[in-house]
């Protein structure tokens, strides 16, 4: 199956680069829950901004909520109508910012949902680059175990903390999406992005916004 608009499958990858499942090191079910995105805050920032982005080539004011743990190094802002769920394992610790309403990718009645969504894992001390990217691309890596196809990149940068960035796509299962590997202050991190093909065009600017934020202390 083809994704259902080659031409909103290629915008939504050029706003998450041009700009950018259950994973092997993601929580898993034996995760500890860490807390909500209510916590008490324990910086100056404030807890709420507007930014102006682009949906569909239409200017769109959008109000962005301050995400920000004691217990999780990770830091942005993001859609006030995305969700947020964060968790940590032994591998590290993980936040999911998830689009409200789901989307089935088949019509199979055992397929659950896809909500689209932007992953920041943040690995437990002493993890390299090396070993963050062979999570990704290696025989049992995150490409692998969700049947990701890598696309070639064109080695440009977009973000401060970006040290590297990864495109893919599963026709199948009309997704797409892009993996960047970062490192902020000594700490390296990852962040991966996942949307069904014919929402590029209304989640991928989201999903910069929570990148362009991003900052990992």
């Excluded at 993890?127 to 196809?149: K, P, Y």
């Excluded at 890598?150 to 960035?165: A, D, H, R, V």
């Amino acid at each position: 199956m083809r994704f259902a608009s080659d031409r909103l499958w290629l915008v939504g990858l050029i706003l998450i680069m041009g700009c950018t499942a259950p994973e092997a090191s993601e929580p898993n079910q034996e995760s500890i829950l860490v807390s909500s995105t209510e916590a008490q805050l324990a910086s100056n920032l404030p807890e709420s901004k507007t930014e102006t982005i682009s949906v569909e080539g239409e200017p769109q004011e959008i109000t962005l909520k301050l995400y920000q743990e004691d217990h999780i190094r990770v830091v942005t802002y993001y859609p006030e109508n995305i969700s947020v769920r964060s968790a940590c394992s032994h591998e590290g610790c993980g936040v999911s910012f998830e689009l409200l309403q789901g989307l089935s990718v088949s019509a199979l009645p055992t397929d659950e949902p896809l909500r689209a969504r932007v992953h920041v894992f943040v690995p437990s001390a002493n993890t390299t680059l090396e070993e963050l990217e062979a999570g990704v691309t290696g025989d049992w890596g995150v490409f692998a175990s969700n049947e990701w196809q890598q696309q070639p990149s064109n080695g440009s940068l977009s973000y401060p903390w970006e040290t590297k960035n990864m495109n893919f796509f599963n026709y199948e299962k009309n997704l797409l999406g892009s993996v960047h590997l970062g490192e902020s202050e000594g700490q390296v991190f990852r962040v991966t992005v996942v949307f069904p093909g014919d929402m590029g065009d209304g989640f991928a600017p989201r999903a910069n916004v929570i990148l362009n934020n991003l900052q990992v202390k």
